[in-house]
């Protein structure tokens, strides 16, 4: 009698459609990775993947190609931490979660400031932006919050008492010279600027963020449980029109990430250890005049990441946020690649930034040194096959547990990107396996990054085209 409950609760969890999705979910990541495995010789069936286990590499190659060939080989370890988080939370955690219901009455809610920084290129893109993401949240019944726009160039937005435009002043420098998008954050910071008490909120969007009601629902959750000063949730691209479909598709791996190694971080450490961004960020006010954005050049690239970081060193604690946030991909390869270098240069700011305690960056370090030798493992497909070296058994099966991982991040960020409903079941299929073929492009593209990055102008802060006329979108 006492284990009918829990097969009837068992049964009840199996029933739900979000539960019966996930199961299939975890049937097929783990079917990926053993077949993986099986194939690429990290469990050892076929008589061929015994072969350079009789190879003599020091004979065959002599001992500097040896050596190099070996700290090659083991360099495809740096990821392995950051896999493991990833193969955690897209297993212990619903990859496809019931839609949030608000637990609270959204008139209850704390002040939020719905913040957004532009340079004030796309005065058309802020404005209609602007306007569909307060009506999201009126038709949630939010009422406390206000829209607050931070902008280097006046965009003489419509009068509306919930939208506040703030113009930083040309002159305008904080303390330590931060620049670009940190140094505008933290003008918005400042006395006799900042209007908010410090038990308001600040939802962090970029200028062609989009919420969504379900993003809305989490977050008054998030505030509600008030367990944590800062949240971060899922954005996806592929939503309405689709500019490039090959930057799209390779984005897929970004909804993965999100879904596996950051998700996990948040709410099993509540700290975001390898990765944070600078969208879909909600922060307790008090606490982000605290940390600040004032953090020199080495914060004023990856400012997001530093933000983070620093939060992360004075004790604060994160927490993941149900729903997602909409935002689109680069429109072009050349932004694709120049968004990737930024991205690379600015975390390489702050991971070498003494200023920032050694336990806050380690993690960082990591997956920024994964990053930064991915022109070396590469090389790894041609060395290995060319050059084969006994390795060991384990070896094996934790470099194809590392492969079969980011392979699977394409995969299941494609599924949470595009719809069954939207798209029917052929084109779905499609664009799960164009994702899929968009990894030589990412491989190419992510190594010019990594070398340009490295040798190139770490000074500057590309923005990526972010608005073209609706007409002009290729569907």
Same mark, same amino acid.
């Given at each position: 009698?006492?284990?009918f409950?829990?097969?009837?609760?068992?049964?009840?969890m199996?029933?739900?459609?979000?539960?019966?999705?996930?199961?299939?979910h975890v049937i097929?990541?783990l079917a990926?990775?053993?077949?993986?495995?099986?194939?690429a &010789?990290?469990?050892?069936i076929?008589?061929?993947?015994?072969?350079?286990d009789?190879?003599?590499?020091?004979?065959?190659?002599?001992?500097i190609?040896?050596?190099i060939?070996?700290?090659?080989?083991?360099?495809? /370890?740096l990821?392995l931490? @950051?896999?493991?988080?990833h193969?955690?939370?897209l297993?212990?955690?619903?990859?496809?979660?019931e839609?949030?219901?608000i637990?609270g009455?959204p008139?209850?809610?704390p002040?939020?400031?719905i913040?957004v920084?532009?340079?004030?290129?796309?005065?058309?893109?802020?404005?209609?932006?602007?306007?569909?993401?307060?009506?999201?949240?009126?038709d949630? &019944?939010?009422?406390?919050?206000i829209?607050?726009?931070?902008?280097?160039?006046?965009?003489?937005?419509?009068?509306?008492?919930?939208i506040r435009?703030?113009v930083?002043p040309?002159?305008?420098?904080?303390r330590?010279n931060?620049?670009?998008?940190?140094?505008?954050l933290?003008y918005a910071?400042?006395? *006799?600027?900042?209007?908010?008490?410090?038990?308001?909120?600040?939802v962090?969007?970029?200028e062609?963020t989009?919420?969504?009601?379900?993003?809305v629902?989490?977050i008054?959750? /998030?505030?509600?449980?008030?367990k944590h000063?800062? &949240?971060?949730?899922?954005?996806t691209?592929?939503?309405e029109e689709?500019?490039?479909?090959?930057?799209t598709?390779a984005d897929?791996f970004?909804?993965g990430a999100?879904? *596996?190694?950051l998700?996990?971080?948040?709410?099993?450490f509540?700290?975001?250890?390898?990765l944070?961004?600078?969208?879909?960020?909600?922060c307790?006010? *008090?606490f982000?005049?605290?940390v600040?954005?004032?953090?020199?050049?080495?914060?004023?690239?990856a400012?997001?990441?530093?933000?983070?970081?620093?939060?992360?060193?004075?004790?604060y604690s994160?927490?993941?946020?149900?729903?997602?946030m909409?935002?689109?991909?680069?429109?072009?390869?050349w932004?694709?690649?120049q968004q990737r270098?930024?991205?690379?240069q600015?975390i390489?700011?702050?991971?070498?930034?003494?200023?920032?305690?050694?336990?806050?960056?380690?993690c @960082?370090?990591?997956?920024?040194?994964?990053?930064l030798t991915?022109? @070396?493992?590469t090389?790894?497909?041609y060395l290995?096959? /060319?050059?084969?070296?006994?390795?060991g058994?384990?070896f094996?099966f934790?470099?194809c547990f590392?492969?079969?991982?980011?392979?699977?991040l394409y995969?299941?960020?494609?599924?949470?990107s595009?719809s069954?409903t939207?798209?029917?079941?052929?084109?779905f299929i499609?664009?799960?396996?164009?994702?899929?073929?968009?990894?030589?492009f990412?491989?190419?593209?992510?190594?010019?990054?990594?070398?340009?990055g490295l040798f190139?102008n770490?000074?500057? /802060?590309?923005i990526?085209q972010?608005?073209?006329?609706?007409e002009?979108?290729?569907?």
């Amino acid at each position: 009698m006492s284990a009918f409950p829990l097969v009837s609760h068992f049964l009840k969890m199996v029933i739900t459609k979000s539960n019966r999705r996930h199961i299939l979910h975890v049937i097929c990541f783990l079917a990926l990775l053993l077949g993986f495995e099986i194939s690429a &010789g990290g469990v050892r069936i076929w008589e061929v993947h015994f072969d350079r286990d009789s190879v003599e590499p020091i004979k065959e190659y002599g001992l500097i190609w040896t050596v190099i060939l070996y700290a090659f080989r083991f360099l495809s /370890f740096l990821p392995l931490p @950051l896999c493991i988080c990833h193969a955690l939370g897209l297993i212990i955690y619903n990859v496809f979660p019931e839609k949030s219901q608000i637990r609270g009455s959204p008139l209850l809610a704390p002040f939020i400031s719905i913040r957004v920084v532009t340079r004030g290129d796309y005065p058309e893109l802020v404005k209609r932006n602007v306007f569909r993401n307060m009506n999201t949240c009126l038709d949630l &019944g939010l009422d406390n919050f206000i829209i607050e726009i931070v902008t280097d160039k006046a965009l003489s937005l419509p009068k509306n008492p919930r939208i506040r435009e703030i113009v930083v002043p040309a002159n305008y420098s904080t303390r330590s010279n931060s620049l670009f998008k940190s140094r505008a954050l933290q003008y918005a910071l400042e006395d *006799g600027v900042n209007l908010l008490n410090d038990d308001a909120w600040i939802v962090h969007l970029d200028e062609e963020t989009l919420l969504t009601e379900g993003s809305v629902a989490g977050i008054l959750n /998030f505030l509600f449980e008030g367990k944590h000063q800062i &949240g971060q949730g899922l954005i996806t691209y592929a939503n309405e029109e689709i500019v490039n479909w090959v930057t799209t598709l390779a984005d897929s791996f970004r909804v993965g990430a999100d879904m *596996g190694m950051l998700r996990f971080c948040l709410r099993k450490f509540n700290k975001p250890l390898f990765l944070f961004k600078g969208s879909f960020v909600v922060c307790n006010a *008090g606490f982000e005049r605290d940390v600040s954005f004032d953090n020199g050049f080495a914060g004023s690239i990856a400012e997001d990441t530093y933000f983070a970081m620093s939060a992360m060193t004075k004790g604060y604690s994160f927490g993941w946020i149900d729903g997602e946030m909409w935002e689109k991909s680069p429109f072009s390869f050349w932004d694709f690649l120049q968004q990737r270098k930024r991205w690379m240069q600015g975390i390489f700011l702050v991971v070498h930034d003494n200023k920032l305690p050694i336990r806050s960056r380690i993690c @960082l370090s990591l997956a920024l040194y994964s990053w930064l030798t991915l022109p @070396l493992t590469t090389s790894n497909v041609y060395l290995s096959a /060319f050059y084969p070296i006994p390795v060991g058994q384990m070896f094996d099966f934790l470099t194809c547990f590392v492969g079969a991982v980011n392979l699977y991040l394409y995969i299941i960020g494609a599924v949470k990107s595009f719809s069954v409903t939207r798209y029917g079941y052929l084109k779905f299929i499609l664009c799960v396996a164009g994702a899929l073929c968009t990894i030589p492009f990412v491989i190419i593209i992510e190594n010019i990054a990594v070398i340009w990055g490295l040798f190139g102008n770490k000074h500057n /802060f590309y923005i990526v085209q972010k608005y073209k006329p609706v007409e002009s979108y290729q569907v």
